[in-house]
């Protein structure tokens, strides 16, 4: 099948589940240590509270929560439960007053600590930081936190090295070192210690860190001055079409990265929010990015994360508004316009999308970006001819010899012509993107698709196919491009193991169950083969491809295979 789309787990399952210090779920009945609510309608808001923070309606939760709380003012679950929402929501004074109520208490949660210190950072109260830091809960993120957040309170109370000596060995180890080794080389820079600093920058690079975390690296390492390695990574981010290639030239620009010990503790929590998404603990990433705002309210990063969360759970008008808070006097500002963009898009606001598309073409003119995202809006809303047009330009902003990473505009603008019929050029572009990624199993598989559905090159395809099902194994569209290469070749009983598998793993693909259906029916399993082409409908295919399911449910194939040619 053609294709349109191009260890931390454990620890960030273990943060999202314990971040809190609650219970997980709420219990069957109000709890029994006091009487249920009085009123009518406030446990039911205590529930719908629940039910709107799992979806990551936060404005909604804030809501229902507090009402809750006003019926229960006692409870020390609804405290923290309408902190947390409140937090998430980006409602901070809210979340400060409920978290000194816990810890008037002394019924403080993890969270509720880190609010607390994030509020004494923020007003440069470092020694109340660093006492907080070292009684931090020994659970969850508080072991990883609390060593980096009590360096930078030595740092703001004067003393860097020390801060230096309490970070350094931690990011010498291997379990998340590149989160250390960022505030370790920040710290030694302050210190004094460029070497220490350079050596341990380059530890941050090497990590298995976040894209996003990554370009802030970038960004530090820039600002320290060294032309030859700014240089260097300038030149990494312009490759290609990657969206981080829009800040070429913008690295060191403005204010610096991280100016005192409240933006590096600031940095921390964002850095280690970026870590948990990129493991889709969404939820924690959330409030770990809210706390570094706290401290930071013009932390970039940290609100492009807030965004990144909410898009994932389909907030994406709101994601938009996070992501358009981002000052444009940030370097990171036009990664950030480009994105709300592409939010805009996923709310269903394509025109507006493509007009904030075109005003970051017309203002950075020279970068093939913002024609790449046009494109991409374009194919998705099927104005095939128009994003070809849009790749075109791209690609023409992009230097000469084409680096390796243009593949994918490539790959994108021959999807585009292929589906505009135009064939022959499409099939240019692909030949073009192998040529520069020969291993690239999309490439392989939607040329190899398109050359097997059309009855060309079908041996070749096949060794195509063949070899992309080694390199994405798992892929369902992939595998199915496999078996329907074969079933045009004859091979009935080959195609029909290998679509049995695609079926296996996208089991509501229309077009995957029809092609079993037909190879069902050729192996001579007809009973088989309506099941599939039924379930192949009511995966509410294409109107066009509906037809002729339904024609062969009502007719079967033909007695006789037709050419390849023609075979659909």
Same mark, same amino acid.
């Given at each position: ?24 779920? %709420?219990?069957? +009945? %109000? /709890? ?7 009123? /009518? ?16 309606? #936060? /404005? ?68 109340? &930081? ?25 740092? @703001?109370? @004067?003393? /860097? ?53 990554? $370009? ?31 800040? =070429? ?46 401290? !930071? ?8 994360? &807030? ?10 008008? $709101? ?30 606001? #394509?025109?507006? +999308?493509?007009?904030?598309? !075109? ?90 698709? #398109? ?5 060309? =090159? ?18 369902? =569209? ?24 695609? $079926? ?6 229309? &077009? ?17 083969? !309506? ?6 409908? +009511? ?23 037709? #050419? %390849?040619?023609?075979?659909?």
């Amino acid at each position: 099948m053609r294709m349109t789309r191009p260890g931390l787990a454990a620890l960030a399952c273990l943060l999202a589940a314990s971040a809190a210090a609650q219970p997980a779920s %709420p219990p069957a +009945s %109000p /709890p029994a240590s006091r009487p249920a609510p009085e009123r /009518p309608g406030d446990w039911g808001a205590y529930l719908a509270g629940r039910a709107a923070g799992q979806k990551l309606d #936060t /404005p909604a939760a804030v809501d229902y929560m507090v009402r809750a709380l006003a019926a229960d003012p006692e409870s020390s679950e609804l405290v923290g439960r309408t902190m947390l929402a409140a937090l998430a929501d980006g409602r901070d004074l809210q979340a400060v007053l409920l978290a000194r109520r816990q810890a008037v208490r002394n019924e403080a949660s993890l969270m509720a600590s880190l609010i607390l210190l994030a509020e004494d950072a923020r007003n440069a109260r470092f020694d109340e &930081v660093a006492r907080r830091a070292a009684a931090l809960p020994r659970q969850s993120a508080g072991p990883i936190l609390g060593p980096i957040l009590a360096a930078w309170a030595a740092a @703001g109370e @004067g003393d /860097p090295a020390r801060g230096f000596g309490i970070v350094q060995p931690l990011a010498e180890g291997e379990r998340l070192k590149g989160l250390y080794a960022i505030s370790a080389a920040l710290l030694a820079d302050r210190a004094g210690r460029r070497e220490e600093a350079t050596r341990l920058f380059a530890i941050a690079r090497e990590a298995s860190l976040p894209g996003l975390v990554v $370009v802030r690296v970038a960004q530090m390492i820039a600002a320290r001055g060294d032309a030859a390695e700014a240089a260097q990574l300038e030149s990494a981010l312009s490759e290609g079409a990657d969206d981080s290639g829009l800040l =070429h030239g913008r690295l060191a620009a403005g204010v610096p990265v991280v100016p005192d010990a409240a933006a590096g503790m600031a940095e921390a929590l964002f850095t280690l929010g970026a870590i948990v998404r990129a493991q889709d603990s969404g939820e924690f990433a959330l409030l770990l990015a809210r706390l570094a705002l706290l401290i !930071r309210p013009d932390h970039a990063a940290a609100l492009m994360l &807030v965004a990144d969360v909410l898009d994932a759970d389909d907030r994406h008008a $709101v994601a938009a508004a996070a992501m358009a808070r981002v000052p444009e006097s940030d370097p990171l500002s036009p990664l950030a316009r480009l994105r709300a963009a592409l939010l805009l898009e996923r709310a269903g606001r #394509t025109e507006e +999308s493509l007009a904030a598309l !075109r005003s970051l073409a017309a203002a950075f003119p020279d970068r093939p970006q913002p024609h790449a995202r046009i494109g991409d809006v374009l194919r998705g809303r099927k104005r095939f001819a128009e994003a070809a047009e849009a790749y075109a330009e791209a690609l023409a902003r992009i230097p000469r010899p084409l680096p390796q990473r243009a593949w994918a505009v490539l790959y994108a603008r021959g999807m585009s012509l292929e589906r505009a019929q135009k064939w022959r050029e499409a099939e240019a572009d692909f030949l073009a993107a192998l040529e520069l990624s020969p291993e690239q199993p999309y490439v392989l598989n939607y040329l190899a698709y #398109t050359w097997v559905d059309r009855g060309e =090159h079908l041996e070749r395809g096949r060794a195509m196919l063949e070899r992309a099902v080694e390199l994405a194994p798992n892929d369902g =569209h992939i595998v199915d491009s496999l078996g329907w290469a074969l079933y045009r070749l004859g091979d009935f009983a080959g195609a029909v193991k290998q679509l049995e598998r695609a $079926v296996e793993l996208e089991p509501a693909d229309a &077009v995957i169950n029809d092609h079993l259906g037909d190879a069902y029916w050729r192996a001579g399993r007809r009973a088989e083969a !309506r099941f599939q082409w039924q379930r192949a409908l +009511s995966a509410k295919p294409e109107p066009e491809e509906a037809a002729k399911i339904e024609a062969k449910l009502r007719d079967g194939l033909p007695d006789e295979p037709r #050419t %390849p040619a023609a075979q659909r």
